[in-house]
């Protein structure tokens, strides 16, 4: 029973920075990762980061969004520079006992956070 818990949301300017956590449990699997979900829209994967440090970026959030982890403490982080008005969603922590895989869908993973709102105006 892996429990993840996100923090890290709130309310910025366009171009402005935030920084998620997530915190497991305790050993949450073999691939972490951050989704999200604007209103009326599908839950995207942003990115993922596996046990081996390899990591995955949507293609609209390369370059400004950094995902990392700290296996000491069974968490991980996605540090978000020049925000955009699209970012703006809840983000969603999960992890899946598998390894990070190319097209992985939100079924994919069984392990879900609460989510945190980010908001970019």
């Known amino acids: 029973h892996v429990q993840l818990v996100e923090s890290g949301g709130g309310s910025v300017r366009a171009g402005g920075s935030l920084r998620l956590s997530c915190i497991a449990s305790?050993?949450?699997?073999?691939?972490m990762g951050w989704f999200r979900q604007a209103p009326g829209a599908a839950c995207e994967l942003v990115s993922s980061i596996g046990s081996d440090g390899s990591t995955y970026y949507l293609g609209s959030v390369k370059g400004r969004f950094t995902i990392s982890q700290d296996k000491a403490k069974n968490t991980i982080y996605l540090q978000m520079d020049r925000l955009k008005p699209g970012d703006t969603a809840m983000y969603y922590c999960?992890?899946?006992?598998?390894?990070?895989?190319?097209?992985?869908?939100?079924?994919?993973?069984?392990?879900w956070g609460q989510g945190t709102q980010v908001t970019v105006s």
């Open positions: 305790t050993y949450a699997g073999n691939c």
């Open positions: 999960a992890a899946r006992d598998s390894g990070c895989e190319w097209n992985l869908d939100p079924r994919d993973f069984g392990y």
